[in-house]
């Protein structure tokens, strides 16, 4: 496989073509964000405990089961956030007929075809360096920050996640003239 930015490899044949797109792996944030993960789940378990084993008014049990639908909720978007830095990865195939997204998980993911005839207004944003929606995206709890996208439909499809500049133009360079060869 051949690399292009930092974050993108791909393979290419005059056939088809395979790039993959892996997070940013950063130890240090993976680590804080491993710990925290695992301290919000001792707060749940005793939270759960507290509401089996102690004597609480029914004030105090409402109490906590709101508390618990708001950490359920963190747990999961936390949880997941997670595992996409760990294990996570965007696969796009393209061959002669389609244009394949795979949002990846532990290998496990669907694979949806974009026929080429469907695809309108295929581009790339990049948020400005001080924007809230630059700050928001930089943060590692969010797996969002989807740089391309395209029409398909009348709904807009989006992919590739928190590539800088330098990365999207590499592979909106890439995607585009592979896009024209293979869909002849």
């Known amino acids: 496989m051949k690399k292009i930015g930092d974050r993108i490899s791909f393979e290419d044949s005059k056939v ?29 378990a005793v939270v759960i ?5 102690l004597v609480l008014k029914e004030q105090e049990r409402i109490i906590l089961y709101i508390f618990l639908v708001f950490w359920c909720y963190y747990a999961f978007r936390i949880s997941k956030s997670y595992l996409w830095l760990l294990f996570g990865k965007e696969l796009l195939k393209l061959n002669k007929d389609a244009f394949y997204i795979k949002n990846s ?29 630059s700050i928001w995206e930089s943060s590692p709890w969010v797996s969002g920050g989807e740089r391309f996208e395209f029409e398909y439909f009348g709904k807009i499809k989006k992919f590739g996640r928190k590539l800088n500049e330098r990365d999207s133009r590499l592979l909106s360079n890439l995607l585009k003239s592979k896009i024209k060869s293979l869909s002849k």
């Open 105 to 133: 998980f532990f290998g496990y993911g669907k694979l949806n075809p974009y026929y080429y005839d469907n695809i309108k207004d295929f581009s790339f944003h990049i948020p400005e360096v001080r924007s809230i929606q």
């Open 49 to 53: 405990w507290s509401l089996f084993q």
């Open 16 to 44: 088809k073509a395979t790039v993959v797109i892996v997070p940013e792996r950063n130890h240090i944030v993976n680590m804080l964000m491993g710990a925290w993960l695992g301290m919000w789940y001792c707060i749940g």
